[in-house]
């Protein structure tokens, strides 16, 4: 089954929306060629591996209540968080 990544799905977002659980998250890099802690590009189109571990309770909950997990950084957003952390972590003096 082949679904869309949609904006600020890391793969763990991805595999808990599709299978309600994260069981299958070493199964769905494989099926994908994709490393777990990959950044993934929105619109990006992944395979669903038949037979993958999926908690079906949790994914009719995520659909009912329109739910959609997108916890992910992209490399800019990242990049302005690490400078935003770093700006209140360390004294700078002049």
């Not at 793969?11 to 060629?33: K, R, S, Y």
């Not at 591996?49 to 009719?60: A, L, M, R, T």
């Amino acid at each position: 089954m082949q679904k869309t990544l949609l904006h600020n799905q890391s793969l763990l977002d991805f595999t808990l929306h599709h299978c309600g659980t994260l069981n299958g998250i070493v199964q769905m890099a494989v099926e994908n060629n994709i490393g777990i802690a990959d950044f993934l590009s929105p619109g990006s189109v992944l395979s669903v591996p038949n037979g993958i571990s999926k908690d079906e309770q949790i994914v009719e909950f995520y659909e009912n209540k329109k739910l959609i997990p997108a916890c992910g950084f992209n490399t800019l957003e990242l990049s302005n968080a690490l400078d935003d952390m770093f700006a209140y972590e360390f004294a700078i003096s002049l």
